[in-house]
């Protein structure tokens, strides 16, 4: 889009306020809301913020911890440069368009540690193999009748799911249409945005929802997915409601974001997981990729569970994967396989929280699979039992927030493919949340959700 | 994570930040030969508690091991109230019960302190080559010490200078505490860049958790 054609598309919509997006390490949203005036005078680098956008925790500390050649020596600016094809309308606020950012310093070359950046770079190196990628995210999250004011100031108490069933179900239609006009406004509005999507459901914990989003691009697909958050956020407040996409909000089911993803030839366009030909139809390029996936799964475990209330969800038959296991159609494990069918052929990765970032998630899963094919890594072996109540063994994946960190930092093939400065920095981060976890007020005796993790987590994650 | 001087120190697995700090300040202090006689001579299991939120462990001292875990264990005599950041007035529970025990834990956790040069000379000889250390660091002591012991000059270029104490300096250089809280208490002030603040932080956060020697 070029200079005159960006302001015919301003004139013919009506905006006159775009709202910057960019989403920083933990996955909160960042930006401005810029003048239409402002945003066009500061492209194409886009405008400023301090480094802390990308250099701070969710409480809004700077990371004290750990450096990175790239920060700026003293809270100096970096830039939010907008991807004008990501430019739509908000379609509520009529004169508000939205634009997606990443961030860059004053030169305008992308930050390490910007999160979208770490995935396109990720999926540059996939094409470089000679593959793309379609992906899609399901989301998870709980609905509560009270709004995020009442909830706080009952201080996290008062909590009431928008439920027919007290405890728990799942595709339950009375739950469905308890939350129908609430999600009957998010879907509209997430139509307006170019957001297709093709479900909605009650899930098995109370007051619980998913959505799921049509396949697509995995930079478009993890766009959909935090602009998807913010709109059930802006839904939710307006309607008076709450929305939380904390892991484990509380006893019952926890909160995933389970991640499809399949690859196709760059070339020709067609899927290369399915092969009639190979044993179970999976081709040589599924398993290696796998492998991958698998072998790095206990220090990816640190991206996909980012928070320490992430941790929670883990437990034996609460369905979350507790071990480096993977199995065609088995929902137990911590990767299922579909390759029953040459369209649908893909693997569906199972340990996510809800609470991760959905750009630095989906990199992690693609440096793993990226590491299988460059190392013709061969995969343990399928998994056909139920991979839940096992006896302890080294495929139990990491249960904390610590163990994940030290996971993470041990892993070789993630450090190769990642980057070793942003695996460091991550890893020191989480080190600083576990810290701060322990420091500033939550029991760690206890095993209920906290008060810090609500505050925390509840309405900012 | 083994210790010398015939007693050893163990922590639980996966342990907490405090269980961390404690472990790596017995492993600090035991290369003191004074300290690590009065450690080998103690037995006993008691509790320390913050006063400022939730955070508890349990030491425990037998056979020449030193175990710490989180929380407050059944088999801990006493429980040691305090303020971990400035632990000046603790409250003991049990302290009449077990007077002796009390005693001997007061002298167990009565940790030796470096001199502040030495602190600052060591803490520079093991991490001036860590990645984004500045150049050099000037230090100015303000206790009441003579002209030649007032300042130290680490590496060149002094990239950043620090004034303070002598207890302050050395609690900070020997990894007692993370750089950054010590500017914030106003416990040692300096002029240095962001950066450094950062950096300096960073590998006095590993050393006071022991991951850093």
Known sequence: ?461 | MSAPAGIEVSTETDPTPLVKIFAARFTRALKEPGYARIARSFTGSFALQSTKNPQSITIDVRDGIISICHGIQPGAKITIHLDFDEPVNARVDGLFRHPLLSMKVSRFLDFPTMAWTDAARQFWEKNQDYPDMPKGIKIHCTSNLSDDEQEILLGEDQQVSITGTADNISEAFSGNTVFVQSFVTGKLTGISSFEHVVVLSDVTFQMLLGDRK
């Open chain 1, 1 to 461: 889009m070029n200079d005159k054609e960006l302001l015919d598309w301003l004139d013919r919509h009506h905006v006159d306020v775009v709202r910057s997006h960019a989403t920083s390490l933990d996955g909160p949203g960042i930006g401005k809301h810029l003048h239409r005036s402002k945003f066009c005078s500061c492209l194409p680098g886009g405008h400023a913020v301090s480094d802390m956008a990308l250099t701070m925790d969710l409480n809004g500390y700077p990371h004290m911890t750990v450096w990175h050649a790239q920060r700026e020596p003293n809270l100096g600016d970096i830039f939010l440069k907008p991807d004008l094809a990501t430019l739509i309308t908000d379609g509520t606020d009529k004169n508000l368009g939205h634009c997606i950012c990443d961030f860059t310093n004053a030169a305008g070359q992308a930050l390490d540690l910007c999160p979208r950046s770490t995935l396109k770079k990720m999926v540059s190196k996939v094409s470089d193999l000679g593959y793309t990628i379609k992906a899609t995210y399901e989301l998870e999250f709980f609905v509560y009748k009270e709004s995020y004011d009442e909830i706080r100031d009952s201080k996290y108490k008062r909590l009431t799911p928008i439920s027919a069933s007290t405890k728990g179900g799942i595709y339950n239609l009375r739950n469905t249409y308890l939350v129908a006009p609430f999600m009957n406004e998010v879907t509209r509005r997430i139509k307006w945005k170019g957001i297709n999507w093709e479900a909605w459901s009650d899930e098995a914990g109370v007051g619980q929802v998913e959505l799921n989003l049509e396949p697509v691009d995995p930079i478009t697909a993890a766009d959909n997915v935090v602009r998807t958050k913010q709109v059930l956020y802006e839904v939710a407040r307006d309607m008076n409601m709450a929305v939380t996409f904390m892991a484990k909000p509380h006893v019952g089911y926890g909160s995933g974001m389970h991640i499809h993803h399949s690859l196709s030839d760059l070339r020709s366009g067609e899927p290369v997981f399915y092969d009639k030909n190979a044993v179970s139809n999976r081709s040589v390029i599924m398993m290696q990729w796998l492998a991958g996936i698998v072998a790095t799964l206990p220090g990816a475990v640190s991206y996909l569970c980012p928070t320490v209330n992430s941790f929670r969800r883990f437990s034996q038959y609460a369905a979350v994967p507790l071990t480096s296991t993977w199995g065609e159609e088995n929902k137990s494990t911590a990767l299922r396989l579909i390759s029953r069918s040459r369209n649908i052929a893909r693997i569906e990765h199972r340990v996510g929280a809800a609470d991760l970032n959905p750009y630095l998630a989906m990199a992690t899963i693609l440096a793993g699979g990226i590491a299988g094919l460059k190392h013709e890594l061969k995969p343990t072996e399928e998994f056909t039992k139920l991979a839940w109540g096992l006896p302890p063994s080294a495929a139990d994946l990491p249960t904390t927030i610590s163990q994940a960190a030290k996971c993470l930092k041990n892993d070789e093939l993630l450090r190769e493919i990642l980057g070793s400065g942003n695996v460091e920095y991550w890893v020191k981060t989480r080190e600083a949340e576990w810290l701060a976890f322990h420091t500033e007020g939550a029991d760690a005796t206890s095993h209920k959700v906290s008060t810090w993790e609500f505050e925390r987590y509840f309405e900012i994650i």
